[in-house]
């Protein structure tokens, strides 16, 4: 019997089982992989940014029009000096409030802002997102009751900056991802599943992104500006941070009980 | 009807033009996708699968940790599972060389026992196999003379010769321990009694000895704690004491040093009173005696004659790679390293 | 005019928005740090037979529900008893904590209460009377509600054999985690900013802060600085910035866990935040000039520190950012107020809400292997705008205080101990 490959082979064996204390340890990181899946998540995100997100974008606003009588669909021209995009955007026929629809609002939010109140202590969280929310909500009410017509916008700007913000977003959010992600990959297996989770999520973005598009839409058209202020202020891009972090810390969870398992994966200390 | 030939978009087009969706559809399929990562987050917070991260209040810093709470529940296995046993000297007394499978109090499941008098003498009438894969108690003094490897823990209940090569999973000693031969330990070696180490020894983890540690032969080890280790010879504090004035130099108070601190010296004696703390390499070579703790954020090195510490207290030597150790040197307390170091004596 | 108040809303919000992502940056090196920095090595391994005598004070205030347990923990802990004092401050208190205390003391002679009724009230008061009557070397201070672990203290005072530390800080872990989806955040954030934000400042040499409680001090250090202002009320951030300016440091040990009782209640804990921002923020307008003009820090630590002190104020200049958004939105400047808005959000979830990025919290998660519950984070969400609320108020609080030179009332934050959670001080026993 060999008793230095015995020994050798035992010790690896044990490795298996230890688990460091959670004070002092940390990752292996793999620098190939992460490296390799940074950048295939930039790629990605460049591909996307320059030369599939027009496509994409006309696709969904062809189809959302559909859904208009009368609708009218626009170029906006993103110039970035080596490259220009031409994304298409909706106009549509917004909705001033009458005085009636803005004292039924009015009612409506302060009996909500009354009740929330009387059970502030349960729901404290929650009555401050109602005080997030209000504050918009009452200046506009006020803003349609006294200058009503000195109201700055139309749909055009509300379409052009929802826009805007839209691919900002998409784009902004590949990054993040490829920084919080990559680091997190130690194999060929991860690499692959962390961009098809990328790609799920670009793809989620997207459907999510046109789809409140075309309800603020709806919104502007069936019911009217005054509820554009919290269109942005409330339902803006705030919303696109819960589902980011909830598929985040979910696709993260699932990976986790592999990393928890892979004792080969820890360090300690040093 | 919308034309696509991007792939990413080919469901979207499928969807769009085989179900013709009302306005009131595409608001509910919106409301779905809304609340869909809101379920995972909702769900977890009522079904709360995990607790409050456990803090274990019991615990409590000791070298003897490993070795103490094995006995501890060897103990609790024989005595749940065996009349009479009440005492690691019920243990002792027991007469039988039998294979006993017993439930193991930690984790509850089967374990196989070789309770024997003499270990090396009565296994033949079990295996023949040199890899023993079951729990050895020798309720006697033994030598091991024969190798073998040990899968599960080994412990002896009085002195133990170590005369062949062997491999021990972990070795708990109630008596003294020689070391005559190449050892190699997986997990710990605990030892209630004095160890001579004759010939190289390779300890996994944690070295731990009540009395003294005497090593003549190369040890690789992480851990190592007992009152008095001495590497190669004995070193006599008092000649530090008994020394002219002028050849000595006394350093009191606590020292701290960013970079790299080396302390020689072969000619004049170096008495440190206060801690040691370096932020990179610690080297201490020759007449040096560190009185108190000697800690760096990298390796340390000792040779040719340092002593740390007192007699008759403990003290510690911890670096967070190596702590080697060179020629004489005397340790009255605890080594601990992070990566694994080396005494040549 | 409209255009001049237009122009400056805007340059306000561009500063902020670089301010804010300054804040995430930060977050992020830490994060990746603590997940594949080396880490540095504690002091806590070393075992030494020598142990200075340190006292421990707890101060009290109506704890009657909770010091047994305390109590009883620190009964159990290894240190040798020759050595230690337990000194709880009972301050002002007007339920039968005197007199159980008192009952302690006749039983154990290392208990030996300290009853205050003169004075003003409060926790920094309350110690800085204690440490006069107190005979350790090191002062060890832990809060009534925690439940302190067998070898801690013998851990904790190795650190002092660092002549630069002065003071050391243990991670506090909530007990009650389970009770309700408040506790449940608090926890994930606690372990965000222990386990992560904590350790990585303590590894890159930067400020890390000694929390007042499941920590210690040493006592010439403390009275030669002047001890507690007792008008701030943040006296923990208060030690911290003198320590480090007077060339001495603060160690953080992540090892040292020790748990507390997390506020159940929303109001309850939107006092405590409000509390925790007023008294950072005195901190802040009194340690903002001195902190940059020291020649006892490294650039990088006061930067840092510039960081620290303003954690509690950028929320309030975040609701400004919010209010001046609303403001150029209805003044027909739409561009800037959405990328503002983008940015709030972006924050909402990088920096603010609970003082770490969701990134820092999904990093701490994965170093204490919490699988589960890692999922909630979405929901944090929902505290956001809670938290952005109350400590504005703190920070306006602070500016009063400054502006009247009031003194702070200390309200103390109301217990919540069950049974069940106590179990764990039984197996103590």
Redesign the interface.
């Given at each position: 019997?060999n008793?230095e490959k015995?020994?050798e082979l035992?010790?690896k064996n044990?490795m298996k089982y230890i688990y460091y204390?959670?004070?002092?340890?940390?990752?292996h990181?793999n620098l190939f992989f992460s490296i390799l899946n940074f950048f295939i998540i930039l790629i990605l995100a460049f591909f996307l940014a320059f030369y599939?997100y027009d496509?994409?974008n006309h696709?969904?606003i062809?189809?959302l029009s559909k859904?208009f009588d009368e609708y009218v669909i626009e170029n906006l021209f993103i110039n970035f000096g080596f490259y220009t995009i031409n994304l298409h955007y909706l106009i549509i026929l917004g909705r001033f409030p009458n005085n009636f629809e803005i004292l039924v609002s009015l009612l409506f939010i302060s009996i909500l802002g009354l009740l929330l109140f009387i059970y502030r202590?349960?729901?404290?969280?929650?009555f401050?997102?109602y005080?997030?929310f209000s504050?918009?909500f009452i200046?506009s009410v006020f803003?349609f009751t006294f200058f009503k017509n000195y109201f700055?916008?139309t749909v055009r700007?509300f379409s052009i900056?929802y826009t805007?913000?839209q691919y900002?977003?998409t784009v902004?959010f590949v990054f993040i991802i490829a920084?919080?992600i990559s680091?997190?990959s130690f194999s060929f297996w991860t690499t692959f599943t962390n961009i098809i989770f990328t790609f799920l999520l670009i793809?989620?973005i997207f459907?999510?992104g046109y789809?409140?598009y075309?309800?603020f839409l709806?919104v502007l058209n069936k019911m009217s500006y005054l509820y554009m202020?919290n269109l942005?202020?409330t339902f803006?891009?705030?919303?696109?941070?819960?589902?980011?972090?909830?598929?985040?810390?979910?696709y993260?969870?699932l990976l986790?009980?592999n990393?928890?398992r892979n004792s080969m994966l820890w360090k300690?200390?040093? | 009807m919308?034309i696509?030939n991007?792939p990413?978009?080919f469901i979207?087009?499928y969807i769009?033009d085989n179900l013709h969706l009302a306005?009131w559809q595409?608001?509910l399929?919106?409301a779905i996708?809304?609340a869909?990562?809101?379920i995972?987050?909702l769900y977890e917070l009522w079904r709360k699968k995990e607790g409050k991260l456990n803090v274990d209040l019991l615990y409590s810093r000791s070298p003897d940790y490993w070795g103490k709470s094995y006995l501890n529940l060897l103990l609790c296995t024989l005595s749940n599972n065996l009349n009479n046993i009440k005492s690691f000297d019920d243990i002792k007394n027991i007469e039988a060389d039998v294979l006993l499978e017993l439930n193991f109090c930690f984790d509850k499941g089967k374990d196989k026992f070789f309770i024997t008098k003499d270990f090396v003498k009565n296994i033949e009438k079990i295996t023949n196999a040199?890899?023993i894969n079951f729990i050895v108690l020798n309720t006697n003094n033994s030598v091991l003379d024969k190798?073998f490897?040990f899968?599960k823990e080994v412990i002896i209940f009085g002195d133990l010769i170590l005369n062949s090569?062997c491999?021990f999973?972990s070795l708990i000693v109630l008596g003294d321990l020689y070391i005559n031969s190449?050892t190699?330990v997986?997990?710990f070696l605990h030892v209630e009694g004095k160890v001579f180490i004759n010939n190289e020894i390779?300890i996994?983890n944690i070295f731990y000895a009540s009395d003294s540690i005497s090593v003549l032969a190369p040890v690789a080890y992480k851990r190592i704690f007992s009152p008095r280790i001495i590497s190669k010879e004995d070193i006599d504090e008092h000649k530090y004491l008994n020394v002219e004035e002028n050849k000595r130099i006394e350093i009191s108070g606590n020292m701290k040093v960013e970079g790299k601190l080396n302390i020689e010296s072969k000619e004049k004696y170096v008495i440190i009173d206060g801690n040691l703390i370096c932020n990179s390499d610690l080297k201490l070579a020759g007449n040096v005696w560190a009185k108190n703790n000697v800690f760096s954020q990298e390796n340390i090195f000792l040779s040719d004659g340092v002593i740390v510490g007192v007699s008759n207290k403990i003290k510690s030597v911890v670096a967070?790679?190596k702590v080697v150790i060179n020629g004489k040197v005397k340790i009255y307390g605890y080594v601990h390293s992070?990566?694994e170091s080396i005494i040549n004596p | 005019m409209t255009e001049i108040l237009k122009l400056f809303l805007k340059i306000y919000l561009l500063i902020l928005m670089i301010i804010l992502t300054l804040y995430a940056i930060r977050h992020?090196v830490f994060s990746?740090n603590?997940?594949?920095?080396?880490?540095?090595?504690?002091y806590q391994d070393i075992i030494d037979s020598d142990l200075p005598f340190i006292s421990v004070l707890i101060p009290m205030h109506n704890e009657e529900k909770v010091l047994h347990t305390i109590l009883n923990s620190l009964i159990n802990t290894d240190y040798p008893k020759d050595k230690l004092e337990i000194i709880p401050v009972n301050d002002h208190s007007t339920d039968k904590t005197k007199e159980i205390l008192d009952n302690y003391a006749s039983k154990y002679s290392f208990i030996k209460p300290f009853h205050r009724y003169s004075g003003d009230r409060g926790k920094q008061n309350a110690l800085n009377d204690a440490v006069e009557v107190a005979k350790g070397e090191i002062i060890v201070v832990y809060d009534a509600d925690y439940i302190v672990p067998k070898g801690q203290l013998k851990d904790m005072i190795k650190f002092f054999i660092d002549p630069e530390v002065a003071a050391v800080m243990g991670?506090v872990v909530p007990v009650n985690f389970e009770s309700n989806f408040?506790t449940m955040m608090l926890d994930l954030e606690r372990s965000a900013g222990y386990?992560v934000d904590q350790q990585a400042r303590y590894k890159l040499d930067l400020i890390p802060q000694y929390g007042g409680t499941v920590g210690a001090f040493r006592k010439d250090v403390f009275i030669n600085l002047g001890k507690f202002d007792p008008k701030v009320l943040a006296e923990d951030t208060e030690l911290t910035f003198k320590i480090f300016l007077n060339g001495y440091k603060v160690a953080y040990a992540?090892?040292l866990?020790c748990y507390e009782e997390a506020p159940e209640?929303?109001?309850i804990?939107?006092k405590q935040v409000r509390r925790w921002s007023r008294g950072h923020n005195q901190v802040l307008f009194k340690y903002f000039i001195p902190l940059i003009l020291s020649d006892k820090l490294r650039l990088i630590q006061k930067i840092d520190g510039l960081f620290l002190l303003f954690v509690y104020a950028v929320p309030f200049f975040t609701l400004l950012g919010?209010f001046a958004?609303?403001i150029l939105?209805?003044?027909?400047d739409?561009?800037i107020?959405?990328?503002y808005?983008?940015l709030?959000?972006?924050f909402?979830?990088n920096s603010y809400g609970n003082f770490a990025p969701?990134?820092q919290i999904?990093t701490a998660?994965?170093?204490?292997?919490r699988?589960?519950s890692?999922?909630?984070?979405?929901l944090?969400?929902?505290?956001?705008?809670?938290n952005?609320?109350y400590t504005s108020l703190g920070f306006v609080d602070a500016v009063i205080d400054i502006i009247l030179k009031r003194k702070p009332v200390w309200h103390k934050t109301l217990r919540f101990r069950k049974d069940k959670d106590v179990k764990a001080d039984d197996n103590n026993k």
């Amino acid at each position: 019997m060999n008793f230095e490959k015995e020994f050798e082979l035992m010790k690896k064996n044990l490795m298996k089982y230890i688990y460091y204390h959670r004070f002092g340890r940390r990752l292996h990181i793999n620098l190939f992989f992460s490296i390799l899946n940074f950048f295939i998540i930039l790629i990605l995100a460049f591909f996307l940014a320059f030369y599939k997100y027009d496509e994409i974008n006309h696709f969904f606003i062809s189809f959302l029009s559909k859904y208009f009588d009368e609708y009218v669909i626009e170029n906006l021209f993103i110039n970035f000096g080596f490259y220009t995009i031409n994304l298409h955007y909706l106009i549509i026929l917004g909705r001033f409030p009458n005085n009636f629809e803005i004292l039924v609002s009015l009612l409506f939010i302060s009996i909500l802002g009354l009740l929330l109140f009387i059970y502030r202590r349960k729901i404290l969280a929650f009555f401050m997102w109602y005080v997030f929310f209000s504050i918009p909500f009452i200046v506009s009410v006020f803003y349609f009751t006294f200058f009503k017509n000195y109201f700055p916008y139309t749909v055009r700007e509300f379409s052009i900056l929802y826009t805007l913000l839209q691919y900002g977003i998409t784009v902004f959010f590949v990054f993040i991802i490829a920084v919080s992600i990559s680091v997190i990959s130690f194999s060929f297996w991860t690499t692959f599943t962390n961009i098809i989770f990328t790609f799920l999520l670009i793809f989620y973005i997207f459907l999510f992104g046109y789809l409140r598009y075309f309800v603020f839409l709806l919104v502007l058209n069936k019911m009217s500006y005054l509820y554009m202020a919290n269109l942005f202020f409330t339902f803006g891009p705030s919303l696109d941070f819960l589902y980011f972090t909830s598929f985040y810390t979910l696709y993260i969870s699932l990976l986790m009980k592999n990393i928890m398992r892979n004792s080969m994966l820890w360090k300690f200390v040093s | 009807m919308i034309i696509t030939n991007n792939p990413f978009l080919f469901i979207f087009q499928y969807i769009f033009d085989n179900l013709h969706l009302a306005l009131w559809q595409i608001v509910l399929i919106f409301a779905i996708i809304f609340a869909i990562p809101l379920i995972f987050p909702l769900y977890e917070l009522w079904r709360k699968k995990e607790g409050k991260l456990n803090v274990d209040l019991l615990y409590s810093r000791s070298p003897d940790y490993w070795g103490k709470s094995y006995l501890n529940l060897l103990l609790c296995t024989l005595s749940n599972n065996l009349n009479n046993i009440k005492s690691f000297d019920d243990i002792k007394n027991i007469e039988a060389d039998v294979l006993l499978e017993l439930n193991f109090c930690f984790d509850k499941g089967k374990d196989k026992f070789f309770i024997t008098k003499d270990f090396v003498k009565n296994i033949e009438k079990i295996t023949n196999a040199k890899k023993i894969n079951f729990i050895v108690l020798n309720t006697n003094n033994s030598v091991l003379d024969k190798s073998f490897v040990f899968d599960k823990e080994v412990i002896i209940f009085g002195d133990l010769i170590l005369n062949s090569e062997c491999i021990f999973n972990s070795l708990i000693v109630l008596g003294d321990l020689y070391i005559n031969s190449k050892t190699r330990v997986l997990k710990f070696l605990h030892v209630e009694g004095k160890v001579f180490i004759n010939n190289e020894i390779n300890i996994g983890n944690i070295f731990y000895a009540s009395d003294s540690i005497s090593v003549l032969a190369p040890v690789a080890y992480k851990r190592i704690f007992s009152p008095r280790i001495i590497s190669k010879e004995d070193i006599d504090e008092h000649k530090y004491l008994n020394v002219e004035e002028n050849k000595r130099i006394e350093i009191s108070g606590n020292m701290k040093v960013e970079g790299k601190l080396n302390i020689e010296s072969k000619e004049k004696y170096v008495i440190i009173d206060g801690n040691l703390i370096c932020n990179s390499d610690l080297k201490l070579a020759g007449n040096v005696w560190a009185k108190n703790n000697v800690f760096s954020q990298e390796n340390i090195f000792l040779s040719d004659g340092v002593i740390v510490g007192v007699s008759n207290k403990i003290k510690s030597v911890v670096a967070r790679k190596k702590v080697v150790i060179n020629g004489k040197v005397k340790i009255y307390g605890y080594v601990h390293s992070e990566q694994e170091s080396i005494i040549n004596p | 005019m409209t255009e001049i108040l237009k122009l400056f809303l805007k340059i306000y919000l561009l500063i902020l928005m670089i301010i804010l992502t300054l804040y995430a940056i930060r977050h992020y090196v830490f994060s990746f740090n603590r997940l594949f920095g080396k880490q540095r090595m504690y002091y806590q391994d070393i075992i030494d037979s020598d142990l200075p005598f340190i006292s421990v004070l707890i101060p009290m205030h109506n704890e009657e529900k909770v010091l047994h347990t305390i109590l009883n923990s620190l009964i159990n802990t290894d240190y040798p008893k020759d050595k230690l004092e337990i000194i709880p401050v009972n301050d002002h208190s007007t339920d039968k904590t005197k007199e159980i205390l008192d009952n302690y003391a006749s039983k154990y002679s290392f208990i030996k209460p300290f009853h205050r009724y003169s004075g003003d009230r409060g926790k920094q008061n309350a110690l800085n009377d204690a440490v006069e009557v107190a005979k350790g070397e090191i002062i060890v201070v832990y809060d009534a509600d925690y439940i302190v672990p067998k070898g801690q203290l013998k851990d904790m005072i190795k650190f002092f054999i660092d002549p630069e530390v002065a003071a050391v800080m243990g991670r506090v872990v909530p007990v009650n985690f389970e009770s309700n989806f408040l506790t449940m955040m608090l926890d994930l954030e606690r372990s965000a900013g222990y386990q992560v934000d904590q350790q990585a400042r303590y590894k890159l040499d930067l400020i890390p802060q000694y929390g007042g409680t499941v920590g210690a001090f040493r006592k010439d250090v403390f009275i030669n600085l002047g001890k507690f202002d007792p008008k701030v009320l943040a006296e923990d951030t208060e030690l911290t910035f003198k320590i480090f300016l007077n060339g001495y440091k603060v160690a953080y040990a992540n090892r040292l866990e020790c748990y507390e009782e997390a506020p159940e209640d929303w109001y309850i804990r939107a006092k405590q935040v409000r509390r925790w921002s007023r008294g950072h923020n005195q901190v802040l307008f009194k340690y903002f000039i001195p902190l940059i003009l020291s020649d006892k820090l490294r650039l990088i630590q006061k930067i840092d520190g510039l960081f620290l002190l303003f954690v509690y104020a950028v929320p309030f200049f975040t609701l400004l950012g919010f209010f001046a958004s609303l403001i150029l939105f209805f003044l027909g400047d739409m561009t800037i107020s959405s990328y503002y808005l983008f940015l709030l959000a972006v924050f909402a979830y990088n920096s603010y809400g609970n003082f770490a990025p969701f990134f820092q919290i999904v990093t701490a998660a994965i170093l204490d292997g919490r699988v589960y519950s890692v999922r909630i984070i979405p929901l944090f969400f929902f505290s956001f705008v809670f938290n952005l609320f109350y400590t504005s108020l703190g920070f306006v609080d602070a500016v009063i205080d400054i502006i009247l030179k009031r003194k702070p009332v200390w309200h103390k934050t109301l217990r919540f101990r069950k049974d069940k959670d106590v179990k764990a001080d039984d197996n103590n026993k």
